[in-house]
């Protein structure tokens, strides 16, 4: 199946700065990649769709000004958790998809830990 | 609304039996996607099958088989042979068809004993 990358699998922050999680497709062009979220024990929790090019469409209650995603390219993704305090840390994964393939495919994700 | 239900928190099998995750959805589309997904404590999602709304035959991949009761809105997960390598936790997920959103069930957690 085709690839996505997450980058990076872990990564610890102190609280107040911003921090960039990458999400790439590898093998595939994604016209569409989606955030998730995960706390602990619990189910993922979409945030936010991505198409190339346009801007990223919000979940509600999702705070779009603080989860900052790009997608400037057919293979990049960029989540950027802007401000970053305890209550972020979470984990966090990407999934894209290529039009003409049928599932999305996810990447590892990213453990958020905000001290 | 979409919805995923999962009511099994958490499920024993003993090694090299079988065992099924019980899944079941709400929709008022005609036309969607049910997947499973395994996430080991790693984090990884591993996409295990798929099973379309309009496919007549139940979906299956090597040990991992689904049982779709349309009627019923069921997407039960069989895994037949468990290995303690399946232990992990389960998510049923719901894709929709305009928009490819995944709608994820709050899991099940399978141990698989020796």
């Known amino acids: 199946g085709a690839v996505v990358s997450q980058h990076p699998s872990w990564v610890i922050c102190k609280s107040g700065t911003s921090v960039k999680i990458e999400c790439r497709s590898l093998d595939f062009q994604a016209t569409t990649m989606f955030w998730y979220r995960q706390f602990p024990k619990q189910s993922l929790m979409l945030m936010a769709t991505?198409?190339?090019?346009?801007?990223?469409?919000?979940e509600q209650g999702v705070e779009k000004d603080k989860f900052l995603i790009n997608h400037a390219s057919l293979t990049l993704s960029t989540l950027t958790v802007t401000s970053a305090h305890p209550e972020d840390s979470s984990f966090y994964i990407c999934s894209a998809r290529e039009g003409v393939i049928s599932e999305a495919f996810f990447g590892q994700g990213t453990r958020l830990t905000v001290v | 609304a979409q919805k995923i239900t999962q009511t099994q928190p958490g499920m024993f099998v003993q090694e090299k039996e079988a065992v099924t995750l019980d899944c079941t959805y709400d929709t008022s589309d005609q036309s969607y996607g049910l997947f499973w997904y395994k996430q080991p404590s790693s984090g990884e999602m591993i996409f295990l099958i798929y099973?379309?709304?309009?496919?007549?035959q139940n979906a299956t991949e090597g040990r991992y088989s689904l049982n779709f009761q349309k009627a019923r809105k069921s997407a039960n997960l069989v895994i037949s042979a468990s290995q303690l390598g399946d232990s992990a936790m389960y998510f049923c997920?719901?894709?929709?068809?305009?928009?490819?959103?995944?709608?994820f069930g709050t899991g099940t957690r399978l141990k698989v004993l020796a």
């Open positions: 099973q379309g709304s309009y496919d007549e």
């Open positions: 991505s198409n190339e090019g346009s801007k990223a469409t919000y």
């Open positions: 997920a719901m894709r929709d068809t305009g928009t490819y959103k995944y709608i």
